[in-house]
């Protein structure tokens, strides 16, 4: 679930938890380097697959918010990115919450990651067979970087 994107949420078909890594330094000795933790997490890219609906709804609202926040030909995307809301000058609304929620065997929900501050960095592309002889759904993948994300039992 995207606070964002609200009907993306329904057609999601993959989805993976990002890496997490934590840097390090090495602190110089006379004899050898001695690696010691570092202080910053480096966050993965989360990656997100989602069935394209016949209207392209989803892909459309994902669309938007990606090119709002490039305005490739007018700062007035950039404002519409803004929840349309021409009034704010920073920019606080492009980034939205995100929340997977993991399900135990008997499809109840277990864990719950939240994303804060996600914002999309690549939309992937469509692909149109017009050849396939049986129904085969259009997925399409997003990219989103975040500030961090947190884990908790539901």
Do not use: H
């Not at 964002?4 to 050898?32: E, H, R, W, Y």
């Not at 919450?97 to 929900?109: E, Q």
């Amino acid at each position: 679930m995207i606070q964002k994107l609200p009907s993306t949420n329904f057609f999601t078909t993959q989805v993976n938890v990002p890496s997490i890594a934590v840097g390090d330094l090495t602190m110089p000795t006379p004899f050898i380097q001695v690696p010691t933790p570092g202080d910053q997490l480096q966050y993965g890219t989360l990656s997100l697959t989602f069935r394209v609906d016949e209207d392209l709804t989803n892909y459309i609202e994902l669309y938007n918010w990606t090119t709002g926040i490039g305005f490739p030909e007018s700062y007035n995307q950039y404002r519409d990115a803004l929840n349309d809301n021409a009034d704010i000058k920073i920019p606080t609304n492009l980034t939205s919450d995100g929340t997977l929620i993991v399900m135990n065997s008997n499809m109840r929900a277990n864990k719950e990651f939240t994303f804060r501050d996600l914002f999309p960095v690549q939309l992937g592309d469509l692909q149109f067979d017009a050849q396939q002889l049986d129904l085969e759904y259009i997925t399409c993948t997003v990219d989103f970087r975040f500030t961090l994300f947190d884990i908790k039992s539901v």
